[in-house]
């Protein structure tokens, strides 16, 4: 059974950072993309940014640039999101996703965790 798991939300304050990481089991991830994206109340789920499957290329949305950066480390099957200078718009549920191909994407993700809070207050 393929499984996400997120952890590392939380509160901060604005221009605070945090550290998300997702832990995947139940196939082989060193072979897939993976993905982070958020989902802010009342708002659709957007990309925030994508690592490929041997993370020597990622992708960013244009929000995000140069303050988040994925990465990840195939032998323990984890992705993590350094998230720094937060701003209150960052706030969302994050979540997790893996696809079934090895170069980076904004779409067509395959698995989903269940998303972890990130709360940025002002």
């Known amino acids: 059974q393929v499984q996400l798991v997120e952890s590392g939300g939380g509160l901060v304050q604005a221009g605070g950072s945090l550290r998300l990481s997702c832990a995947a089991s139940?196939?082989?991830?060193?072979?897939?993309?993976m993905g982070w994206f958020r989902q802010a109340p009342e708002k659709e789920r957007e990309f925030v940014a994508s690592?490929?499957?041997?993370?020597?290329?990622?992708l960013y949305a244009d929000s995000v640039k140069g303050r988040f950066a994925i990465s990840r480390d195939n032998a323990k099957n984890t992705v993590n999101l350094e998230m720094n200078s937060l701003k209150s718009e960052d706030t969302a549920v994050y979540y997790c996703a893996a696809r079934d191909r090895g170069f980076v994407s904004t779409r067509d993700y395959d698995y989903w965790g269940h998303g972890t809070q990130v709360t940025v207050s002002s």
């Open positions: 690592i490929s499957a041997s993370g020597g290329t990622t």
């Open positions: 139940g196939r082989t991830f060193s072979r897939d993309a």
